[in-house]
């Protein structure tokens, strides 16, 4: 049964810095990786999606890596701002189905 | 830019009740998911559906669950008889037409449903 896993759970950083998610996942057979950002009560904003070909995949100020191998990915956020706090989520999509897994997130604070 | 749609954002109900949750999946796109999450927990898949009909769904998916695509742009999830357990934040998605599975799914701002 596959599972994900976010470390940490939580990330308090001051603006300016550049930092890194985790996401572990137990099963190598997936089609894709894919980021969420979820603000406070919101809904699900997909950031980006690596499928299980690529090794990454960039957008803006992020960066996200996959190594199916060894089941983890990860997601670089380049000089953090304020407005980057969220919950960040991912999410796997494995074979043979067409649902997502998603990890438990990664809460982060950027403070001015 | 297209977007996923729900109604309503807050639905409280009684024990027992049913409710329906609407979405409004991007137009041209063709397979529907419905998620939840409880507070504090993970995003949980319950259903997906293609061409009129269920394709795949969870153990939570039991028979007090039912979807249905009324319209050429609704996609309803009613939960016939609601439960305490049932609070949660509903997700709906959709991803496009190509018909490969793994491409992107997009997410509607979710229906917060509390039952007493």
């Known amino acids: 049964k596959q599972e994900v896993t976010q470390i940490p759970a939580a990330l308090s950083v001051p603006e300016g810095e550049n930092l890194v998610l985790n996401c572990s996942f137990t099963d190598s057979a997936i089609y894709n990786l894919q980021w969420f950002r979820q603000d406070p009560g919101k809904g699900l904003t997909s950031l980006l999606l690596?499928?299980?070909?690529?090794r990454e995949q960039t957008s803006g100020r992020l960066n996200a890596s996959l190594d199916k191998s060894s089941g983890r990915s990860t997601l670089y956020i380049a000089a953090s701002q304020p407005g980057d706090s969220a919950t960040y989520l991912c999410a796997v999509g494995p074979y043979n189905t067409d649902k997502l897994i998603f990890g438990t997130g990664t809460r982060l604070q950027v403070f001015p | 830019e297209p977007e996923v749609t729900q109604t309503p954002s807050h639905q409280v109900t009684q024990m027992g009740q049913e409710v329906i949750l609407r979405c409004v999946p991007i137009s041209n796109h063709l397979y529907f998911y419905w998620y939840r999450q409880i507070l504090g927990q993970k995003v949980e898949f319950l259903v997906s559906?293609?061409?009129?009909?269920?394709?795949?769904k969870s153990e939570i998916f039991d028979d007090q669950f039912s979807v249905e695509r009324p319209d050429g742009s609704n996609f309803t999830l009613k939960i016939r008889s609601t439960k305490l357990e049932d609070s949660a934040m509903y997700f709906c998605?959709?991803?496009?037409?190509?018909?490969?599975?793994?491409?992107?799914?997009?997410f509607g701002p979710g229906t917060r449903l509390l039952v007493l």
């Open positions: 690596i499928q299980s070909s690529q």
């Open positions: 998605a959709s991803r496009d037409m190509t018909g490969r599975v793994g491409e992107t799914q997009y």
């Open positions: 559906f293609y061409n009129n009909e269920i394709s795949e």
